[in-house]
């Protein structure tokens, strides 16, 4: 079936460090790929998004590229903030239902 | 930006028990709400879609008699766990989507409601 793997956490930077989180999926067809973000005591929020292959999402200084060929889509910041600092989820939906499919979560502590 | 809330956010309950949690979508109208579990160090699983007005789709695996899900109304949707047990001590997340646009940019999340059941 569909899945998504990512970095297990927790992953530990300090401020102004290079971020790099790893996911990859497996599914069949053509899914849309997505990075969510959990901040403390609060509800998932989309950070960004690419909907085909080698699509760019960026969103708040992160990017991740839809690399089918890989079938990855790592999450990538050039300068993290202690701001940062929460629990991130890869996840994929496929076109033609609306079911998304969850990576475990990254938790990452940015430290100033 | 649109916002869905959950209640309560934690609530520690004795077995045999039910519990009701609520999700709100408080600023939009959602046609379609999901409920889904997420166990520590794991992914967050699907339980069921609620769409208003009718029967929710359970996922594989789930038991839509210890599951209830009522979509009443375009902003609510309640999930009732029926005779709790310890095992099924988990954090509950609900999302919302909105009437209006298809896909994940326009399905919102509440901030989950952790059961404990002793």
């Known amino acids: 079936g569909d899945s998504v793997t990512q970095m297990e956490g927790p992953v530990t930077l300090s401020e102004e460090a290079f971020l790099t989180i790893n996911c990859t999926y497996t599914a069949t067809g053509y899914p849309s790929l997505f990075w969510y973000v959990q901040y403390p005591g609060e509800g998932l929020q989309l950070l960004l998004k690419?909907?085909?292959?080698?699509d760019k999402g960026s969103n708040k200084g992160f990017e991740a590229t839809y690399r089918k060929e890989t079938t990855s889509f790592h999450l990538e910041k050039g300068s993290v903030q202690v701001s940062d600092s929460a629990v991130y989820f890869c996840?994929?939906?496929?076109?033609?239902?609306?079911?998304?499919?969850f990576g475990k979560g990254t938790r990452l502590h940015i430290l100033p | 930006g649109a916002v869905v809330s959950q209640h309560p956010s934690r609530v520690i309950c004795k077995s045999g028990t039910s519990v009701k949690i609520e999700c709100r979508s408080l600023d939009f109208q959602a046609t379609t709400m999901f409920w889904y579990r997420q166990f520590p160090k794991k992914s967050l699983m699907l339980m069921a879609t609620?769409?208003?007005?009718?029967?929710?789709?359970?996922e594989q695996g789930v038991e839509k008699d210890k599951f209830l899900i009522n979509h009443a109304s375009l902003t609510l949707s309640t999930l009732t766990v029926t005779s709790a047990h310890p095992e099924d001590s988990s954090f509950y997340i609900c999302?919302?989507?909105?009437?209006?646009?298809?896909?994940?940019?326009?399905?919102?999340f509440g901030p989950g409601t952790r059961l404990t059941v002793l």
């Open positions: 609620s769409n208003e007005g009718s029967k929710a789709t359970y």
């Open positions: 999302s919302a989507r909105a009437a209006s646009g298809r896909g994940t940019d326009t399905q919102y």
């Open positions: 996840a994929l939906i496929k076109n033609r239902d609306d079911k998304i499919i």
């Open positions: 690419a909907t085909k292959a080698d």
